[in-house]
């Protein structure tokens, strides 16, 4: 599986931001899904997890209310909808494609990553 990211940017906070992460590869649709990001002199965090149907998913404490994970397997697509951004949402956003069905809160669960996509959210 390849995944290419894209749709970040400069916003002002407040702003919103569609993120979308395009895979390859014949097993995508099997795949659980995450987001992560990771600022300047920080770890790698997760941001958001989906299975590998939509049918559940799991969004980090800090983004609750504001970002929406989801995705659509035809197009071999996750996204992340991020409304209401803040300054401490600036960061490289990666997506990542799990080893198994189901998303995961630890980077070390995922085998394949995409390049990043960096998002800038200014005050």
């Known amino acids: 599986v390849q995944l290419q990211a894209s749709g970040g940017g400069l916003v002002q906070a407040g702003g919103s931001l569609r993120l979308s992460c395009v895979g390859s590869?014949?097993?995508?649709?099997?795949?659980?899904m995450g987001w992560f990001r990771q600022a300047p002199g920080k770890e790698r965090e997760f941001v958001a997890g989906i299975t590998w149907n939509g049918g559940g998913t799991s969004h980090a404490d800090s983004v609750k209310g504001r970002f929406t994970i989801s995705r659509d397997n035809a197009k071999k697509t996750v996204y992340l909808r991020m409304n209401s951004l803040k300054p401490e949402d600036t960061a490289v956003y990666y997506c990542a494609a799990a080893y198994g069905s189901d998303w995961y809160e630890a980077p070390s669960s995922y085998l394949y990553w995409g390049q990043g996509t960096q998002v800038t959210v200014s005050s």
């Open positions: 590869g014949r097993t995508f649709s099997r795949n659980g």
